[in-house]
């Protein structure tokens, strides 16, 4: 089966650029869709189709995808951007999500 | 503005049926350009796919799963529903019901969530 996987962590200082990764074999061949959670609270859509923003989330959230690699981008982090991100991907007939990452804005 | 909200028993014994019921408000859930899953997340831990139903009652699951996992829809109620039997504590999770974009496959929105506890 397909496997997505995320960094644990990752730490940015306030108003600086977060990075999140999400790796998969040629994943760059895949729509790949990133969802913001926090405690508490149902995952939230901020990304989808590589790098397309629903409506309501910021222009600071991007996405990009290529190679064995797909990038969600947070730039001039904020407070209230700390959160789990995940990533998503449809694969043979099933969705696959990343394991996860915690975004903690320092 | 489309809304889901999840329904049933936060407390069910081990070996027997988990029943869950998804309500959509705000839109049908016979619109062809969407379909309706169940995922779930255990305390502490990553989002898990349990399956997906499309108005033609297409179902597809988690390989891992699919052996206890029944999704169905009831269009007369706007509804759909997941049934995963034979539960033991590890099915202990928040489970969230949420709308798929057909040819696209993403989630959104989602519900709210419901705990449900595997325990005697």
């Known amino acids: 089966s397909y496997e997505l996987t995320q960094p644990l962590s990752v730490s940015v200082a306030l108003g600086q650029t977060a990075r999140i990764t999400c790796g998969g074999n040629?994943?760059?061949?895949?729509?790949v869709h990133w969802y913001q959670q926090k405690p508490g609270q149902a995952p939230v859509l901020v990304i989808y189709?590589?790098?397309n923003r629903p409506s309501g989330i910021p222009e600071r959230f991007s996405g990009s995808n290529s190679g064995n690699t797909a990038t969600l981008t947070i730039s001039r982090a904020q407070a209230g951007d700390e959160a789990d991100y995940y990533c998503?991907?449809?694969?043979?007939?099933?969705?696959?999500f990343g394991g996860g990452t915690k975004l903690t804005v320092l | 503005q489309l809304q889901l909200q999840e329904s049933g028993p936060g407390l069910v014994k081990p070996s027997e049926t988990l029943s869950l019921t998804c309500t959509v408000s705000?839109?049908?859930?016979?619109?062809?350009?969407?379909?309706w899953g169940w995922i779930r997340q255990p305390p502490g831990k990553g989002l898990e796919w349990i399956g997906s139903?499309?108005?033609?009652?297409?179902?597809y699951y988690n390989p891992s799963l699919k052996s206890r996992v029944t999704i169905s829809v009831d269009t007369s109620k706007n509804q759909f529903s997941l049934k995963l039997s034979s539960v033991t504590a590890a099915d202990t999770a928040i489970y969230y019901c949420?709308?798929?974009?057909?040819?696209?496959?993403?989630?959104?929105?989602w519900g709210q969530g419901t705990l449900v506890t595997v325990s005697s």
């Open positions: 705000g839109g049908s859930i016979s619109n062809s350009s969407y379909y």
């Open positions: 189709r590589d790098s």
């Open positions: 998503q991907v449809w694969d043979s007939s099933a969705v696959v």
């Open positions: 949420a709308r798929g974009v057909i040819m696209g496959d993403w989630f959104d929105p």
């Open positions: 040629n994943i760059g061949t895949k729509n």
């Open positions: 139903i499309y108005y033609s009652g297409s179902t």
